[in-house]
């Protein structure tokens, strides 16, 4: 069995960026509700607040300035903080993985603005954390949300120690073409129209290619807009996301020594949340209660 960090704090329930987020507190008490912190292997870390130096390593001092004014700021502070956390954790061995229930997005904001519930970079931050503290340099992040990453692939364009496999719906929305620059460490792959389709579609695309880019810890951006219930592709059911979360999860036992760290806002309405956030939990910690 793994040992599984949860990282969540009550202010990203409560002051979820809800008109999106809007399964935050249902995911995290239906991981209570369901017994899972009853299990030895299971724990949840309170998440801390990111300090303003740590999230100045991706964002100028007048974005952070400009987020402070908004009633986004300490949410974003919290969902960022438990990344940072989950990180530092998972890299210095003390968990093995861990799901991060953030308040907002994050891979929308780029080094002086953000779009679409995100203000700072979730995911991203924990990166420069990762290597300011010497415990790794070397990511994969794959994000399965229905919208293009447009902030990550950006703030990352030119670093070759990040693998970025983005899936992502071309056709709804218009991006920047320098934002969805390609490489051989930079990829987009289209979403599938079902829940097969979605599953092949990662099947295919991410295990490969993370096995061939050795990473020292994968970071699953676990989207919930493609929910047939949300505003996204609207294309699955939320028995896709436990499925998702086995193929990502036996990427990093075979690439990475099982360090992964899968982050959520939760953007599904509640029931789908309620019945896929404690199945993941489940697919990380090993515990087999659903299958
Ligand atoms: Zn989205
Ligand atoms: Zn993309």
New binding site residues.
Partial sequence: MKRTGVFYHDVCGKEAYNSLAMGVEEGFQSIKNEGLFNEPNVTWFESKPATEEEIARLHSREWIDEVRKTQWWRVSLYSVGGMIGATEKVLKGEIDNALVIAGVGGHHAHRDNAWGGCYFNVIGLGIPHARAKSLGRRFAIVDTDTH??DGV?DLYQNDEDVLHI???D?FSWVYDSED?LESKTKL?FPHGSSDEEEISNVEREVPERIREFKPEMIYWLCGMDTHRDSYGTAALTEGAYPRLAEIVKRAADDCCQGRLIVKTCCNAPPHATRYAVPRIVDCLAELGKYS
Avoid: I
Wanted: hydrophobic share 20%; glycine share 0%; charged share 20%.
């Fill in positions: 293009h990453a692939r983005c899936f992502c071309s969805r987009c």
